[in-house]
């Protein structure tokens, strides 16, 4: 087809997939979501909270299958935490953290096709926010709505102007829990990426393995890697094809879910920039 706008009356298209640079998500996702069209957008859905909502709005209107590519909830660690801390196994949760951090800008991942998401125009964020999306996800799935948030980033090799190559950020739960997230481009490691702390139990995962201690939980000391995990789930993108075709129950990102990771990490970015603590404006 010459153009996006000539799939919108095709009856035989039945859903699209959206990986568009971020600021051009909006024209792309409204017109097929009017369309009837099942939509994979890619993460994260919007510039910021307001054309996030408004995407997400439009899609819940339509009545159309929504995905994005949230695929870390499919990962067995991700599953176990999420099971144990529903099943009280941390007593009260008091901070958690999450690390998603690569080497982008030190490798030049980014210096041609993907050269659009270092330019704040066109992504909306950096580095902090391209990986950080990811974490918030995780974190938000896990323990639910920010209440606020701040954070730093910065530079470190400049490969890419005054994009933002590496941040930390601080977020305090509606549950009063204290959350970390860290996220860059300039990392040759990054091997513990998830820690779940509470008053009765604690985990984190260090090179893919759980280690997870609870007085709830038989055999839970810490010391050996817990081996008894969920299975994978399917990528989030094989979800969705999944769910277009036919499938029942499939555990699919919410459009208002996108939308709100949206608005917390734009949060984030005014936190930066103010140096101040930002709550996140939800709709």
Not at 110 to 122: E, P
Request: aromatic share 10%; proline share 4%; glycine share 10%.
């Amino acid at each position: 087809m010459a153009s996006p706008e000539a799939a919108w009356s095709v009856g035989a298209v039945r859903g699209v997939i959206v990986c568009s640079e971020t600021d051009r998500h909006a024209e792309l996702v409204m017109p097929a979501a009017q369309a009837g069209k099942h939509l994979f957008v890619e993460k994260p859905l919007g510039i910021g909270a307001a054309d996030a909502y408004a995407m997400a709005a439009a899609i819940e209107k339509a009545g159309v299958l929504f995905q994005t590519g949230y695929f870390m909830r499919g990962q067995p660690a991700h599953l176990f935490l999420r099971e144990q801390i529903a099943a009280g196994a941390f007593g009260k949760i008091t901070r958690v953290r999450h690390s998603n951090c690569q080497a982008g800008s030190l490798k030049h991942w980014f210096d041609t096709d993907w050269l659009w998401m270092t330019d704040l125009a066109q992504a909306g964020v950096g580095a902090f926010g391209d990986l950080g999306t990811h974490s918030l996800d995780i974190l938000m799935w896990l323990l639910g709505d920010v209440a606020r948030v701040t954070a730093a980033m910065d530079v470190a090799v400049a490969n890419y102007g005054q994009t933002d190559e590496f941040g930390e950020g601080l977020m305090v739960f509606e549950n009063g829990a204290v959350g970390t997230l860290a996220a860059g481009w300039v990392d040759v490691a990054n091997p513990i990426t998830v820690l779940v702390s509470g008053t009765e139990g604690h985990a984190y995962v260090r090179n893919g393995e759980v280690f997870f201690q609870s007085e709830r939980v038989p055999g839970a000391d810490g010391q050996q890697p817990w081996t008894v995990l969920p299975e994978t789930q399917p990528h989030a993108f094989e979800l969705f094809l999944d769910a277009v075709c036919g499938a029942q129950d499939v555990p699919l990102v919410t459009p208002r879910e996108a939308a709100d990771r949206s608005a917390v990490m734009e949060a984030f970015y005014k936190g930066a920039r103010a140096g101040a603590w930002v709550e996140p404006e939800y709709e």
